[in-house]
């Protein structure tokens, strides 16, 4: 993900892909579907800038699954994708 390099303590974040489909077979349209609260890390900041000048490191690392707020960050598209721009405190823990 060269394209993308998030600043200070902002992380790119791909949502992982909803079902469009229940388990039953009933399609699920696009105004039905939420919005998904998990997905990959793609890219991370530098960090925090804290108030002696260093920067504080980031938690999150590129490849990690995340869960994140429901209604945080901003979206965008790049190359036909769909991203999200989160800060840190908006994601609420690592998946394993």
Do not use: C
Not at 7 to 17: E, N, Q, T
Request: aromatic content about 4%; hydrophobic content about 40%.
């Amino acid at each position: 993900m060269a394209k993308i390099r998030p600043v200070g303590d902002r992380v790119v974040v791909k949502p992982a892909a909803k079902e469009e489909v229940t388990k039953s077979g009933i399609v699920i349209p696009d105004t039905a579907k939420e919005k998904p609260q998990e997905g990959t890390v793609i890219a991370v900041g530098s960090g925090r800038l804290l108030d002696n000048g260093e920067r504080a490191a980031l938690e999150v690392h590129e490849g990690d699954r995340v869960l994140f707020a429901k209604y945080s960050g901003t979206e965008f598209k790049l190359d036909g994708e769909e991203y999200l721009v989160l800060k840190e405190s908006d994601i609420l823990a690592v998946l394993s």
